[in-house]
């Protein structure tokens, strides 16, 4: 069967051709070249001023040999029906991979094993491929980078156990209207199946020239949850405890601590901002104890439950407390 590849003396003729026209264009008088003739009529070298032609001929030769090889209508060694099939099962197995809603790690490394399985020899056989070992070596090698990259992107990662958004928010204040604050409804999320105690979650003001009186926090009604049963006085009070510190950076950081998280549960709050101008908050997630951690009304004991991780200046903190049925801030004269 005779072949139609590219011709074995493409690169003898495209030479042949280079040569040519580096005779016609050496041939004739050196005015014709455009070279330059000195006062005393000596003549510049003519292999430097031919250089950068012959730079360009040498590359429009292998131009050719490349494009006459890729319009050729089949691959040297004849047609691959074989690897046009594995080609093929190649695409329905990643589609499949992705339709799947769960991928669990045994589905995403079968399916990552078969690929490759598939690949392999479509690849080693590859037209431009199969001239040299180190050809099919270095595309195997690809291959595998390839697949390992996508089995990395699509490996299930376990939800974060507490979860905030947005993560962050800007005031503007730019409404005219008297009195009119601007609000911004954060939600909290324990993603677990089991009860989290101790959860910190921190505010943090962007801008250093802000002061503690431009952003209060409240709890919307339905979201607050008694501190201790009827009787004791706690319940009065909600179960979340915050803390206005200052970052070693001396920006402004509020801190809510939740006594608790069940399952699954959500909850909300507000930052209200009350001044007119910019501002930035930043929001984010920190300590959790997945132990119950002892809580009492008396002494020392109920501050144990409130813990920051967030870096702090050193001066301590400000605490301030919710109440059950009123919606503004309690405030004490209390450091951490």
Known sequence: MKKTGPSPHLRKRGGCCAQNRLNRLTAGHPAKLGLDISANGGLYNAQNMLRPQLFLLRWEIRARYFLQKLSSPQPPGGHKPVDRWLGILIGLVGMITYLIPDKTPPVIVGSLVIMFCLAAHP??????????????????????????????????????????????????????????????????????????????????VDELTASAREITIDIPKQYRKPFGESGSGAEHFTDVLGGLCRTPTQHLVYVLSFRSLEPHESREVELIHTRKGKLGVSAKTGFYSLDPVPITIKGDTASRWFRADTPMDGTGCTFFAFLVDHQDMVWFNRKL
């Open 123 to 204: 690849v080693w056989n590859f037209w431009w491929v199969e001239e040299k070992i180190c050809r099919r070596l270095t595309a195997l090698v690809v291959i595998s980078g390839a697949l390992i990259y996508l089995g990395y992107r699509s490996w299930p990662r376990p939800p974060q156990i507490l979860d905030i958004s947005p993560e962050h928010i800007a005031f503007s204040s730019m409404s005219t209207v008297p009195q009119s604050n601007e609000i911004y409804v954060f939600r909290i999320v324990n993603n677990s199946d089991h009860t989290v105690y101790a959860t910190e979650f921190d505010f943090i």
